[in-house]
């Protein structure tokens, strides 16, 4: 069943590491047994798309069109697919298949499967006007964030929720380093629950800091200052492995800092006595499924409003840079 699906779509590929996307006319491409084929309303611009863009990923499947954090109507099923229907709303998220028999998905840890595949990495992503994907691993996005702004929450918000169940629950006081797409979308969660959010940003950013405020943070100031109380927790999303022994020596006794990121610069050495006391270091990868099942209930009942700059297809390169240069408040978001 097709809704009118064109021969050709648009598409922005990456063709080598290192070097700007190119705007290239490709074949609609049909969905095979188990996937849907979705037509592209927005996809957000994610920092790891940078990462993998500039080589710190190692092994994308090229030529490969990037982008994981996708917003679209199914439009034409594989064969076996009785979970979707053309015209419904989905979302596509980082996580593209597991393997559903090795030791890490047999403990309910798909996000450690060995066999994974990502999308815009292993597979194609969503930088097109059209995208194949699993079925199985598509998540039903409510009807009021069918639109650009709900593309960051398929990454963004994703790996910021799991971040943030990382966290405590008797946690007050938490700390965010780099305020950007996923840190802004988290605010909002931790004002729905009486949370304080200490929000860092880049030194001498007062934009980051104005717009942290605005969204809610109850501080905000350099990622080098100290807040006004110690931290119970602190979540890491700047790239930045410098920011590991500077956020657990602004968290409390037995703290938790959550490194949130795909990829973070070597952190250097650093006293024993931050770590003491029971404070803990741990590291976010990837996501289940089950978390963007929790997420989007979440978003039914905490009204989350995401702060989007939004670019045509065409220039992913310039939102790319836009975000290189920490020049986006909130999230980068290419529309169709």
């Known amino acids: ?41 927005a996809c957000g611009v994610c920092r790891t798309d940078l990462h993998i863009i500039d080589g710190e990923l190692p092994a994308p499947v090229l030529p490969l069109i990037p982008g994981h954090e996708i917003v679209g109507e199914v439009v034409a099923l594989g064969e076996g697919v009785t979970t979707l229907s053309p015209g419904e709303k989905v979302g596509v998220p980082w996580l593209a298949y597991t393997c559903g028999h090795c030791k890490y998905c047999s403990m309910d840890q798909e996000n450690l499967c060995e066999h994974a595949l990502f999308t815009g ?93 605005k969204m809610g943070a109850a501080w905000a100031g350099s990622s080098l200052d100290a807040p006004p109380v110690l931290l119970d927790a602190a979540i890491i999303f700047a790239p930045d492995g410098s920011l590991v022994p500077q956020a657990l020596s602004q968290v409390d006794r037995g703290g938790v800092v959550v490194c949130g990121g795909i990829h973070m610069s070597d952190i250097p050495g650093f006293p024993y006595r931050l770590l003491w006391e029971e404070r803990v270091i741990r590291s976010v990868a990837n996501l289940t499924r089950k978390d963007g099942e929790l997420l989007m209930e979440v978003i039914q009942h905490v009204p989350v409003a995401t702060i989007v700059q939004t670019y045509p297809l065409e220039q992913a390169n310039e939102a790319l840079q836009a975000l290189r240069h920490g020049k986006i408040k909130g999230a980068a978001v290419l529309v169709m």
Not at 11 to 23: D, H, T
Not at 168 to 190: D, K, N, R
């Open 121 to 213: 990495y292993s597979v194609n992503g969503g930088y097109a006007e059209y995208v194949l994907a699993l079925a199985d691993y598509c998540l039903h996005v409510p009807e009021n964030y069918v639109h650009p702004g709900g593309a960051p929450l398929m990454c963004a918000g994703l790996i910021g929720y799991r971040s943030w169940r990382m966290v405590p629950e008797h946690a007050q006081h938490i700390g965010l380093y780099g305020f950007g797409a996923a840190a802004h979308i988290l605010v909002q969660i931790a004002q729905y629950h009486y949370k304080s959010i200490y929000a860092f940003t880049r030194p001498d950013d007062k934009a980051g800091e104005s717009f942290a405020l």
């Open 1 to 41: 069943m097709t809704h009118n699906i064109p021969s050709t779509m648009r598409a922005m590929v990456m063709e080598n590491k290192g070097q700007p996307l190119r705007l290239q006319i490709l074949p609609v491409p049909a969905p095979a047994a188990g996937q849907v084929l979705i037509k592209v309303i």
